[in-house]
């Protein structure tokens, strides 16, 4: 019984294929986005100027703060009452970008907390300054040294991409939970998902370690 269970989910393959390739979609762009805007958000945490400060804690802050579900409903549905309508795609990928940036952020500010001063200073004095001192000299260092952190974030996009199926992202989740809502087989659909995330997992910590294992060798 269970066996023809699984029959069905792999006689549907092609709709679960489609699910798992959307779900990659979601990820790797809200991952290198996310990063990307946390990298951005990270200096504002850092400077001396306090409105600037105060601004960039009060969008972590908000974020860390809200449930993701309720920030996706916000996005969604709330947008377009300011004339501001997205797809469920893109209000999606918008959601994990802006929420996860907020964490990407707050990861990098510790991990540029334990830069040595020297290392700043030596920048400043061969003539690097603002965002090419941030750039060139500053974030290379703290993002390698953030790389496990980072990791566990793109894990959680991942796990926060599932809640997209609220508002009929055609994400796994969605995907399997309407092939269990047709043949009635919950057991095979939501097994066969956490198998596939749990892949997905698995791909992200192999990276990780990969690039991990870089960064300690480029200590040494």
Request: charged share 15%.
């Amino acid at each position: 019984m269970i066996l023809d269970d699984f029959m069905i989910v792999w006689s549907q393959r092609a709709t679960v294929a489609e699910g798992f390739l959307n779900t990659m979609e979601l990820v790797v762009f809200a991952s290198v986005l996310s990063l990307l805007l946390g990298a951005l958000v990270t200096p504002m945490l850092m400077s001396r100027r306090t409105a600037v400060v105060r601004l960039a804690t009060a969008y972590v802050d908000a974020m860390r703060c809200v449930p993701f579900l309720l920030f996706v409903y916000l996005i969604y549905f709330g947008l377009p009452s300011l004339g501001l309508r997205l797809s469920s795609w893109w209000s999606g990928a918008l959601a994990l970008v802006l929420y996860n940036a907020a964490y990407m952020a707050e990861l990098l500010r510790g991990a540029w907390q334990k830069l040595p001063d020297s290392m700043i200073e030596a920048g400043l004095a061969y003539g690097f300054t603002g965002f090419t001192l941030l750039r060139r000299i500053v974030l290379p260092p703290v993002i390698l040294r953030a790389v496990p952190m980072i990791g566990n974030q793109l894990i959680q996009i991942l796990k926060d991409s599932a809640f997209l199926t609220v508002i009929a992202v055609s994400e796994l989740t969605h995907e399997l939970t309407s092939i269990q809502s047709t043949y009635f087989i919950p057991f095979a659909s939501f097994l066969t998902a956490v198998l596939l995330y749990w892949g997905i997992c698995v791909l992200i910590e192999g990276a990780v370690t990969l690039l991990n294992r870089l960064a300690e060798e480029r200590k040494s």
